[in-house]
C-alpha cells in the first residue's frame, strides 16, 4: 500500500472498505446474573450492572446478561448455590458470605488482617490467587471470571460507646460477619448476625452495641450517626474486600474464547468503575457524617494488637484442621508478607506524606 | 418457558439452541498502536500488548489492534504527534511526556505531589477528570480512552551521595524529566535530559549525580545501584503516574458502540494487569537490589517540605500564565484535598499499621 493510500486509510479509522460482511461464529446467549447486594448498596451492584452493560454493548446484544439485585431470583446469600446447581448461569457476590461452608472462600474476598484492593488483585491477577482460588472452587461448580469490583478499607463501624482497651470488647454485641466475627470472640465480643435493614432499630434499641457495614457512602444511606455516634478505624477485617463474577463451570467452558475475553474485561471495567466512585464519593459522605455529629475514632494501638493477635490464632487453627485453607494461606501468606514489605517503602511513604501535607494546606 | 425447560437451557449455559445465524454489522479494522515504551519495560508495555491481545480476542480478529515498541514506527516521545496527525489510529503513552506542548498534559498522567494510583483512575472516572482532559486533547484531534497502565508511587531514584539537607540539592545533576525538573530548578537542582539506556554510563563516570527510573523492578534491569548505592523514595512527583490509550478523533467517532466499549474494558484490563505485576514483582526485586548492595533512603522531611513548597509555586505559576491548566487545576486540585483527608482515615491507616505488624511478625 502505498504511503498516501495508508494514510487515506489511517484517517477513516484504518477500516478497510469494501471489506466482505462476515458471519459471526458467537452464538447468541442470555444469562441471568443475581447479585448479593441490593440496589441501595448502587457501587456494589452497579458492578453487576456495568458487567451486564458492557457485554451486552460489546457484543451488540448477541451475549445478554441481565442483573438482578438480592432477592429478585434468590436471596443475597444463596447467589453460589444457585450459579453451583445451574439455576442461573451466572452470580456477582463476595466469597467470604460461603465461610460457612469452608473459611477457605475468604481468601478470594477478604481475611482479617489480610490485603488492601490493590494487594488483593495483584494475588489474585500476579500472584498465583487465580489459579488457587478456582482449583478450590470447581469442586462448588463454579469458575471465577476476575474481580469485579472492591470498597477499599472499610471503616471499623459505628459504636455506642468509646473502645478504649482490649477490655471494651468483653461483652460487645458486635453486628459483624463470618472470619472477623470469629476473631473477636476470642475477645469477648458476641457476634451479632443481622440484615442491613434491621441494624439501625437494633442499635437504637441498644439491642446491640455496635455495627459496622461499608464505608461512608454507604452507611450514610442507613443513618448509623443517629444511633451510634463513634466511628471506628481501621475496619481490619476488610483491608481491601473485592467482589467476584462466578460463572457455573458448565457454562464457563461452553463459552468461545471471544466470549471469555468479553467476561474477563468486562469485571476488569467494573472493577475501574466501583473502586472510582468509592475512592471519589467516600470523601465528601464522611464530611457530611461528621457534619452529622459522627465522632471519628481510631481504634487504639493496643486494641489493634490483641485483634491481629488474636487472627493469627485464627489462621493457625484453620491450618492446623483444613488443608485447602492451608494449602491457599502458605500461598498468600508469603505474598502478603512481600508485599506490603513493598508498599511500606514508597507508596506508604508518599501517601502518608501527602495526608500530613493536605492537613496542613487545608 | 417453562421451569423444567429453563433448567436445561441454563445447564447448558443459556445458549439459545437453534438460533439464527447472525450477519455481524462490525466492519473489519486494522490498526497500528504505537507505544512510548520499550520492550524490556515489559509491564508498561505490556498494557499495549494486553490491549492489542484482548481486542483481537474479543472481536475474534474483526477487530485486530498490533502494539509496536517504542521506536518501531515512531519514537517513543512522538507518539501523541503520529495519532494527531493520523498516520497511526492509536498509541499507548503517558501524557506527561507532551508537557513540552502544554504542562496541562501532566494532569493526564501525574503531577508533583499529585494522586496516587486510585486517586488519579477515581478523579478520571468520577471527579470529572475524563471530560475535561477530552475537552483539551480534542484541540490535539485525540482521544484519551482510558487509564491502560499505572507504576504505583516511583521511587525517588538513585543519587550517587546522600541528601541530608535541603542545601544538598544545589548544583545536583539530577536526570529527570517533566515539571519535576521544573520544581526541582527553584531549589538548585540542575535537571538532566538522558534517554534511559545513557543513564548508567552517565551515572557512572559521574556525569550526573543522580537518576530517576521508576521502580525496583524495572530498576533492576538497568543496575543503576551498582554505580549510585542510595535508593531514594518517594518520588513525590510520580505518586500514581497512569498510562492512556488514546486515539485520532476520526478514528474514534467512526466506531461503532460496540467497538467503542470493547476499547474501554480492554484498557481497564491492561490497567489491572499492569498494576497487578508491578504491584506483585516489585517486592521481590527490591530484596534483590537491597541484598546487591543498594541502600534505601526516604528523603528527609524538611527536603520533602521544601519540594512540596516549589510544587505548590509551580502550580500557581502556571495557574497565573496558562487558562487551561488553571480549569483542570481547579477542579483537580479540590478533588487531591477531598480524596486524601478521605484515605487519611481507614486506609491509610490500615497500610500502616500492616507495614508495621508485617516488620514485627517477619
Known amino acids: ?11 477513516t479509522g484504518g477500516v478497510i472498505l469494501g ?9 447468541t446467549i442470555r444469562w441471568r446474573m443475581p447479585s448479593s447486594f441490593p440496589k441501595n448498596l448502587d457501587t456494589l451492584f452497579g458492578s453487576a450492572e456495568t458487567i451486564a452493560k458492557y457485554v451486552t454493548t460489546m457484543t451488540g446484544g448477541k451475549f445478554t446478561i441481565s442483573a438482578h439485585a438480592a432477592g429478585e431470583i434468590v436471596p443475597g446469600l444463596q447467589v453460589l448455590d444457585a ?3 445451574g439455576t442461573v448461569e451466572a452470580g456477582q457476590t463476595a466469597m467470604y458470605y460461603y465461610f460457612g461452608k469452608d473459611p477457605t472462600f475468604a481468601f478470594d474476598t477478604s481475611v482479617p488482617f489480610g490485603l488492601n484492593c490493590r494487594q488483593q488483585q495483584a494475588w489474585v491477577m500476579d500472584g498465583g490467587g487465580a489459579a488457587l482460588m478456582n482449583e478450590f472452587l470447581r469442586e ?9 469490583g472492591n470498597t477499599g478499607a472499610q471503616m471499623g463501624g459505628w459504636f455506642r460507646k468509646e473502645i478504649n482497651t482490649v477490655d471494651d470488647l468483653k461483652g460487645l454485641k458486635f453486628r459483624c460477619g463470618g472470619p472477623a466475627g470469629q476473631v473477636l470472640t476470642k475477645l469477648g465480643v458476641v457476634p451479632q448476625q443481622i440484615a442491613g435493614g434491621d441494624i439501625y432499630p437494633s ?10 457495614w461499608v464505608g461512608p457512602y454507604d452507611d450514610e444511606k442507613l443513618g ?6 463513634y466511628y471506628y478505624y481501621p475496619g481490619w477485617w476488610e483491608g481491601g474486600p473485592s467482589t467476584n463474577m462466578i460463572v457455573n463451570i458448565k457454562a ?3 463459552l468461545t474464547p471471544e466470549y471469555k475475553a468479553i467476561l474477563q474485561a468486562a469485571c476488569s471495567h467494573a472493577y475501574a468503575e466501583c473502586m472510582a466512585k468509592y475512592d471519589a464519593r467516600n470523601a465528601a459522605a464522611l464530611k457530611r ?4 455529629g459522627a465522632i471519628l475514632k481510631a481504634f487504639p494501638r493496643p486494641v489493634m494488637d490483641a485483634c491481629f493477635k488474636a487472627s493469627e490464632e485464627w489462621f493457625a487453627e484453620n491450618n492446623a484442621k483444613n488443608p485447602k485453607f492451608k494449602k491457599i494461606h502458605d500461598n498468600w501468606v508469603k505474598f502478603r508478607s512481600e508485599s506490603i514489605s513493598w508498599f511500606r517503602v514508597t507508596e506508604n511513604t508518599f501517601d502518608d506524606f501527602m495526608a500530613s501535607a493536605m492537613t496542613r494546606r487545608g
Chains 1, 2 share one sequence.
Open 252 to 254: 464457563w467452558e461452553s
Open 140 to 148: 462448588y461448580n463454579v469458575h471465577n471470571v476476575g474481580i469485579c
Open 203 to 212: 442499635l437504637e434499641k441498644g439491642t446491640i452495641d455496635a455495627a459496622e
Open 1 to 11: 500500500m502505498s504511503r498516501r493510500k495508508f494514510l487515506s486509510t489511517a484517517a
Open 19 to 27: 471489506a466482505p460482511a462476515i458471519v459471526s461464529a458467537q452464538p
Open 83 to 85: 450459579v453451583q446447581a
Open 224 to 229: 448509623f450517626y443517629k444511633v451510634a455516634k
Open 289 to 292: 457524617l461528621i457534619a452529622g
